[in-house]
């Protein structure tokens, strides 16, 4: 299956617009049958509110909004 990464460095929890810009976007990708890959800020901790088939990589330490 193709994937769809999207990099969101900025997204730290739930609510927001970087949380609803995500799922949105995602949830589009993976209706058009994309797996959907989000890669995320370290903080962030609410993996379990997101689709299960969805791949979550908390992997960056900075933010572009201090």
Not at 31 to 46: E, I, T
Request: net charge positive; hydrophobic share 40%.
């Amino acid at each position: 299956m193709r994937k769809f990464i999207l990099i969101e460095h900025s997204l730290k929890g739930l609510g927001g617009h970087y949380y609803t810009y995500a799922y949105i976007i995602l949830k589009a990708a993976e209706k058009a049958g994309f797996q959907p890959v989000l890669a995320v800020n370290r903080s962030f901790r609410d993996t379990q509110a997101l689709p299960d088939n969805w791949q979550v990589h908390a992997i960056f330490p900075h933010r572009s909004c201090w």
